[in-house]
């Protein structure tokens, strides 16, 4: 280290000092695992879509998630001609605070279910469509890709 420049000495010594740039160091909390999927269901000659997302607390700790009727199962549709997985959040999707708590113990799993019937779905454009659901938890905003859906909606296979 004789023959370094002062700025490449200052560099390497700090880079040696086991400290980074900050002494941030976090851990992301823990989370539930989510799964999403989609079918078309047909009761009494109508066609609607079922979008769920399967919820499963794989932590040692207890997860709250925000359900009920101020808080259903947020959807996302959004055009997607391949229908290929994409996902995003924001933070729009999130619960208002004062919604009904459901309490996943570690270990437990649970069903969110949220029907969309072809009244609703009328106002967009024939096409693929990909979908996206989100949950709002005690740790936060957790969301998974729920497959594609063709509109207008087809019968369900009997």
Do not use: K
Not at 109 to 115: A, C, E, Q, S
């Amino acid at each position: 280290m004789r023959n370094l420049p002062p700025l490449l000495t200052a560099l390497v010594v700090s880079a040696c000092s086991g400290e980074g740039p900050t002494n941030f160091h976090t851990l992301a909390p823990p989370t539930l695992r989510i799964t999403g999927a989609n079918r078309v269901v047909t009761t009494e000659g109508l066609s609607e879509l079922e979008i769920s997302a399967s919820l499963r607390n794989p932590t040692s700790i207890r997860i709250q998630v925000a359900v009920g009727a101020q808080c259903p199962l947020f959807v996302r549709l959004f055009p997607d001609s391949t229908g290929e997985p994409a996902g995003s959040l924001a933070p729009s999707m999130a619960c208002a605070p004062g919604a009904s708590i459901l309490d996943l113990a570690p270990g437990d799993t649970t069903v969110l279910t949220r029907h969309l019937g072809t009244d609703s779905l009328a106002a967009l454009a024939p096409g693929t469509y990909g979908i996206n659901v989100a949950v709002t938890t005690s740790t936060g905003l957790l969301g998974a890709w729920a497959g594609a859906v063709h509109l207008p909606l087809a019968a369900a296979p009997q």
